[in-house]
């Protein structure tokens, strides 16, 4: 039996949902033409997989920086492009996506997921400056973030009921201003001054039977959405959450043979 989700950490929560969403995330990372040995930055990199998706498109002259608050994270981040062995390519450090460490125009792109626009911490009118600052003239910004879901088929009411809570909603636990809003994000880029501003939704789907890996990350994603929302939800509906989203449940809702789920990610794009 798996260990119950909520024994898992968040580095090892990252790690089971990237093999979810993975797809989806090279297939958005594709769409940005990045230029062959051209070299960007991943602004808010974590724990360094998106980096390596990264790192495959502009191939192997190609050069990614990552960069994150956290040294833990960098340091997870370091072991897994050193156990991809491509230390050589990808490179990171310490550094505040709002105060970035580098010189004007020393990327040819910058990419930020669920990092710039998607922590409350973060002023992403500033930050959007600040990518634009590092990035060479005609190159591209780029931001992108979870933005919709629907992961409880025959369940409308425990879904919504769930995405209403402080973590459902998170990271806008309160409302705050709309115009800081992830998916406002075409009025940062226009503040920023840059050009050909433009936003596409990108869906990934799962569909029964599940591989446990896929299993596994979507218990994570569960997780990672719903966190303490014990005291939030009504009782009859708790209920039916530990019924069908804890893993060790008999009616977990992912070993239904008729189990179908999607989740979009959006991205936002401009040229410096």
């Not at 724990?47 to 994150?68: C, N, R, S």
């Not at 996506?97 to 009118?125: H, K, M, R």
């Not at 179908?260 to 794009?269: D, E, P, R, S, V």
């Amino acid at each position: 039996m798996l260990e119950n989700s909520s024994e898992m950490d968040e580095i090892e929560q990252h790690r089971r949902v990237h093999a979810l969403i993975e797809p989806t995330v090279l297939e958005i990372i594709r769409s940005l033409h990045l230029p062959l040995g051209s070299s960007g930055l991943d602004a808010g990199c974590g724990i360094g997989l998106p980096a390596l998706l990264l790192a495959d498109e502009v191939g192997p002259t190609g050069k990614v920086t990552g960069l994150d608050q956290s040294e833990e994270l960098i340091r997870e981040a370091e072991q897994v492009v050193k156990q991809a062995d491509l230390s050589d390519q990808v490179v990171f450090q310490r550094g505040d996506v709002q105060q970035l460490p580098f010189e004007d125009n020393t990327f040819e792109w910058a990419w930020s997921a669920s990092c710039v626009g998607y922590a409350p911490s973060i002023d992403p009118w500033y930050s959007v400056r600040e990518l634009a600052r590092v990035v060479n003239p005609g190159g591209t910004v780029a931001l992108l973030a979870f933005s919709s879901e629907k992961l409880l088929p025959g369940y409308p009411l425990l879904e919504a009921r769930l995405n209403a809570t402080a973590s459902g909603r998170a990271p806008f636990v309160s409302e705050g201003k709309p115009e800081m809003h992830f998916m406002r994000a075409l009025g940062w880029f226009k503040a920023a001054r840059l050009r050909n501003v433009a936003a596409q939704s990108f869906v990934g789907d799962l569909q029964a039977p599940l591989k446990q890996q896929t299993r596994q990350a979507l218990i994570a994603l569960f997780t990672m959405r719903w966190q303490n929302m014990e005291n939030e939800l009504p009782e009859e509906l708790y209920k039916v959450y530990q019924k069908i989203c804890l893993p060790q449940s008999p009616d977990f809702i992912g070993d239904h043979p008729d189990y179908y789920a999607f989740f979009t990610f959006t991205l936002f794009t401009g040229y410096v």
